[in-house]
Nanobody, 127 residues
Framework: VQLQASGGGSVQAGESLRLSCAVS????????????LTWFRQAPGKEREAVSC????????YYLDSLKGRITISRDNALSAVYLGTNSLLIEDTAVYYC?????????????????WGQGTQVTVSS
């Protein structure tokens, strides 16, 4: 199973980005529908932290108070993809953003619960 994250870039504070993660390699396309998908991020010198999660039923969870109201997670089962819309980016949002998947129907913010990881996409926010 491969996860390919994209959509990062260098932006100024206050701007927006939409991150995408394409998932492939399941033996059946429908297997994607049974996986919970989560975006994590890791800033330089810091631990990886959960940002937002969406389960197979479309239930969402947002883990960081600093991001609430500024991000939206969504999934497209037909395209086997998950997205993270980010608005009003702050300098402290600078990090590598990773997508991850696990075959359980509930959200988890723990990195050790995730079997599949993407390579990450860099988001750099400047003033």
């Amino acid at each position: 199973v491969q996860l390919q994250a994209s959509g990062g870039g260098s932006v100024q504070a206050g701007e927006s980005l939409r991150l995408s993660c394409a998932v492939s390699g399941f033996t059946s396309d429908s297997y994607f529908n049974f996986h919970t998908l989560t975006w994590f991020r890791q800033a330089p010198g810091k631990e990886r932290e959960a940002v937002s999660c969406i389960d197979p039923n479309g239930n969402t969870k947002y883990y960081l108070d600093s991001l609430k109201g500024r991000i939206t997670i969504s999934r497209d089962n037909a395209l086997s993809a998950v997205y993270l819309g980010t608005n009003s980016l702050l300098i402290e949002d600078t990090a590598v953003y990773y997508c991850a998947a696990h075959p359980y129907r509930i959200c988890s913010g723990r990195t050790q619960d995730y079997r599949y990881w993407g390579q990450g996409t860099q988001v750099t926010v400047s003033s």
